[in-house]
T-cell receptor, first 116, second 115 residues
Framework: DAGVIQSPRHEVTEMGQEVTLRCKPI?????LFWYRQTMMRGLELLIY????????DSGMPEDRFSAKMPNASFSTLKIQPSEPRDSAVYFC??????????????FGPGTRLTVL | AQSVTQPDIHITVSEGASLELRCNYS??????LFWYVQSPGQGLQLLLK??????LVQGIKGFEAEFKRSQSSFNLRKPSVHWSDAAEYFC?????????????FGRGTSLIVHP
């Protein structure tokens, strides 16, 4: 299994530009999570999906952030417009069996975003 | 709401020495507890987890952790550290408010291994 795939691995953009991060979860996993990691705030859960449906987006920092999961094999996290304080490493993780169990999460390698 | 505290930001040990990384949690019921490791430039990988039963759990790479309810702790241990263990370690607690599982991660402990 290829594991969770994220693209791009690195993204450098200018303030005000739109940024789209992509994630392909492990086949058969029912839950998908987006996290943001920074030195200041550590690892923060932004949003999670169960069976392609957003369950809780309370961690999304503001309206500039949006996430979609059009099918079981693809999700996007979009930032529009981007700001320098959005610079972070964004992780996608997937989990089998859905949210009703204590399944472990499988993390992708992350996307390092730099907003100038 | 649950929370996790990892009191040590950095830990430095010599190769071959024993290791203990501290984790304290706050949660009203029996928590689900995890330890993850993050190597530089990589995502997090699960080392071990505790849900119920034996309070001493074994994980991958020779790690173990002990759940102590009276101390609200879930410390990670390894008897002999290898240079390849140098990484960031995260403790996490899972809860089920309203029937859904929402993980909370600690800030992490950076392990430095001296030869």
């Amino acid at each position: 299994d290829a594991g969770v795939i994220q693209s791009p691995r690195h993204e450098v953009t200018e303030m005000g530009q739109e940024v789209t991060l992509r994630c392909k979860p492990i086949s058969g996993h029912n839950s998908l999570f987006w996290y943001r990691q920074t030195m200041m705030r550590g690892l923060e859960l932004l949003i999670y999906f169960n069976n392609n449906v957003p369950i809780d987006d309370s961690g999304m920092p503001e309206d500039r952030f949006s996430a979609k999961m059009p099918n079981a094999s693809f999700s996007t996290l979009k930032i529009q417009p981007s700001e320098p304080r959005d610079s972070a490493v964004y992780f996608c993780a997937s989990s089998p069996e859905g949210l009703a169990t204590q399944s472990e999460q499988f993390f992708g390698p992350g996307t390092r975003l730099t907003v100038l | 709401a649950q929370s996790v505290t990892q009191p040590d930001i950095h830990i430095t040990v010599s190769e071959g020495a024993s290791l203990e990384l501290r984790c304290n949690y706050s949660y009203g019921a029996t928590p689900y507890l995890f330890w993850y490791v993050q190597s530089p430039g990589q995502g997090l990988q699960l080392l071990l987890k505790y849900f119920s039963g034996d309070t001493l759990v074994q994980g991958i790479k020779g790690f173990e952790a002990e759940f102590k309810r009276s101390q609200s702790s879930f410390n990670l241990r390894k008897p002999s550290v290898h240079w390849s263990d140098a990484a960031e370690y995260f403790c996490a607690v899972g809860a089920r408010p309203g029937g859904s599982y929402i993980p909370t991660f600690g800030r992490g402990t950076s392990l430095i291994v001296h030869p």
